[in-house]
């Protein structure tokens, strides 16, 4: 006889989408109604005063849509650049749950014992974010842990800003036709919906724990299965600084933990077409043997994205293309992505995105990310330029799994700015991808994935948990 799976009294529910949606569309509705009337009317739209009201409507709000307007704002070309301008600005922190009612939240998942599983557990959390909070504990053998709680009534609440965000910026596809954004928004919404599952993000963590096993700049924390469910994930804690703390440690220590963060990054991609999709400083911590700095903690992986093997071999074809002027080469690499119906225009259109993506690692010397440019406007003003052109020749249909590819390397270029690293990226790029080949890097990717019970559901497509 069947057994029925429990009980879930935070699944998607009709009336928390309802309570939510009323909290946010109120303040997006203006907006809203104001893009399609001055559209009806002939009446040209202020896209810096939509910005700022947007910006306004969202300041004042907590959870996933925050996480979401943020996201956005982060990928290159999701939004225009007034609206990315305004969004960058929100913060995300969100107030944080008081101990009554994180005493309520741990009883749910762990039980009514559930402080007797710990030797010390910290009233205040050590950080709150857009979709949980993280509370530094200790276990009975002295392991210094950290519980990844989830805030209530997320998947409503996800659910809820999505919709909201979705109708907003349809209306804007239709006033601006450049880019068709809409692969972007559903990668975007997919990864946000998997950020919710706390069981995936524990497998993540075991995939990159067996990736990045032999590599002693990165640190991945431990799990704690048995006091872990799908909304408190439970790790070992690792001690570190924050990354931006070491702007004005000597040049040879900066290059250091920029070569750290280049390995995390680089290394599982080109090796087993695996990403981590999201570049927050928040998300590293810096380690330290003898008082030096040694290597990065890798600690969040709520946005983990899996690739089939074919698209590293895309990236690596274009930046072979780029090398050599090969426009075969290239419009090939384009293809094995995703793009389709590309003309000569939208093709030199597209170059130049990747020239500048690119420019670091085919430029054989020791030198900057980029010169004289701040990290919260590396690429902006390029993916202007790519904008503006497009609106001539486009629009271009960008594929969901390009999003995170390339937001991930817009992110990872901005900590190489925070830490004015000056290094050969194009030697380091060229030690990643010696001896590449698809067979390789397949046999590798399915060995991870088996490591961490994880299965991929169909080609192109992100990971879903094995059971």
């Excluded at 950080?127 to 949980?132: E, I, R, T, V, Y």
């Excluded at 659910?159 to 965000?165: C, K, S, V, Y």
């Excluded at 704690?224 to 924050?242: A, H, Q, V």
């Excluded at 072979?320 to 075969?328: I, S």
Aim: some cysteine.
């Amino acid at each position: 006889m069947p057994v029925d799976p429990p009980r879930d009294d935070e699944r998607n529910r009709f009336t928390g989408r309802m309570t939510r949606y009323a909290r946010v569309g109120a303040g997006m509705g203006g907006i809203a109604a104001r893009m399609v009337g001055s559209r009806a009317l002939g009446r040209e739209i202020d896209p810096s005063r939509n910005a700022q009201e947007l910006a306004q409507a969202l300041g004042g709000l907590k959870g996933p849509i925050m996480k979401v307007a943020q996201l956005m704002a982060t990928i290159p070309d999701v939004l225009p650049p007034e609206y990315a301008a305004e969004l960058t600005q929100l913060q995300s922190d969100a107030p944080p749950m008081g101990w009554a009612f994180v005493k309520r939240r741990m009883t749910a998942e762990l039980g009514a014992g559930w402080q007797s599983r710990f030797k010390e557990f910290e009233h205040q959390p050590a950080a709150a974010a857009s979709l949980g909070q993280v509370h530094r504990a200790v276990d009975h053998d002295g392991t210094k842990l950290a519980c990844k709680l989830q805030y209530p009534e997320m998947a409503s609440a996800v659910e809820a800003d999505l919709g909201q965000l979705s109708v907003l910026f349809s209306l804007h596809r239709r006033m601006d036709t450049a880019i068709d954004t809409r692969e972007m928004a559903e990668e975007i919404a997919a990864r946000v919906r998997e950020e919710l599952d706390y069981e995936r993000e524990a497998k993540h963590m075991a995939l990159y724990d067996a990736v990045l096993a032999d590599e002693p700049r990165v640190r991945v924390p431990k799990l704690r299965p048995e006091l872990s469910t799908r909304r408190l994930l439970t790790m070992t804690w690792l001690d570190g600084k924050k990354l931006l703390d070491y702007r004005d440690h000597s040049m040879e220590e900066r290059n250091h933990l920029a070569a750290s963060m280049f390995k995390a990054w680089w290394q599982p991609f080109s090796h087993q077409a695996i990403i981590h999709g999201d570049p927050h400083l928040g998300n590293y911590t810096v380690f330290e043997e003898e008082g030096r700095p040694a290597g990065i903690n890798l600690l969040d992986y709520g946005c983990v994205r899996i690739f089939p093997p074919h698209f590293v071999e895309g990236v690596i074809e274009l930046y072979r293309g780029l090398q050599t002027d090969d426009r075969e080469r290239i419009v090939s690499a384009y293809e094995t992505w995703g793009f389709r119906g590309l003309s000569n225009e939208l093709i030199d259109i597209l170059n130049i995105w990747a020239r500048f993506i690119y420019g670091p690692l085919l430029d054989d010397r020791t030198r900057a990310i980029a010169d004289g440019i701040s990290p919260a406007q590396y690429g902006r003003g390029e993916a202007y330029r790519v904008h503006m052109a497009l609106k001539e020749k486009g629009p271009v249909t960008v594929p969901r799994e390009f999003v995170f590819m390339d937001r991930a390397a817009i992110g990872l270029g901005g900590v190489f700015l925070h830490l004015r690293a000056e290094m050969n990226f194009h030697r380091l790029f060229n030690e990643e991808i010696d001896g590449f080949s698809v067979d390789t890097v397949a046999r590798n990717q399915a060995a991870a994935l088996r490591a961490a019970n994880l299965v991929v559901e169909s080609a192109g497509s992100n990971s879903r948990q094995g059971h």
